[in-house]
């Protein structure tokens, strides 16, 4: 399967899950500050060379969170973030909007071969996120509330 068509096929996955999704095939520097603007930034450690604002003091403060996924999967749209002995989660629990970035060269076609890789990272990872779309729950009363456990906005950027 052609890289194009599982770029298309995650993307028209993840925007049915709510996401929004950017790909940027030039400047990925340019996308993410663009998502970051007036906002309050806190960030992973990023393969990417942008200088973001300086984060709030208060991580709790921010309004926007980076992070790096590991991998996408088509079908369903969804990234894997993958964390090792002292990554901090909360670039994508704290702020009320996510941005991911990924790799177009990491989007699997399933989500089945998205965690088969990621069962075979070595060493294990210590914590994995897999985000299909803002955080969203029905508890209460039966009622679907988005942002009650994260993010209310995830948006992915797709580096080709």
Not at 44 to 62: K, S, T
Not at 122 to 146: K, L, Y
Request: proline content about 8%; glycine content about 8%.
């Amino acid at each position: 399967m052609s890289r194009n068509v599982l770029i298309e096929q995650f993307r028209t996955a993840a925007e049915q899950a709510h996401c929004r999704v950017v790909v940027a095939p030039a400047d990925v520097g340019a996308a993410v500050l663009a998502e970051c603007a007036g906002g309050k930034v806190i960030a992973d450690q990023l393969a990417l060379a942008v200088e973001l604002p300086p984060p709030p003091a208060d991580p709790w403060e921010a309004t926007v969170g980076i992070a790096q996924a590991f991998g996408g999967a088509a079908e369903t749209g969804t990234v894997a973030l993958v964390r090792g002995p002292g990554a901090a989660r909360r670039s994508s629990l704290l702020p009320t909007k996510s941005v991911v970035l990924l790799d177009a060269q990491a989007i699997h076609p399933t989500y089945a071969e998205l965690v088969t890789a990621v069962a075979q990272l070595q060493p294990t990872p210590t914590n994995v996120q897999f985000v299909t779309g803002p955080s969203r729950s029905g508890d209460i009363e039966s009622a679907m509330v988005q942002g009650m456990h994260g993010p209310v906005e995830v948006v992915v950027i797709i580096a080709t």
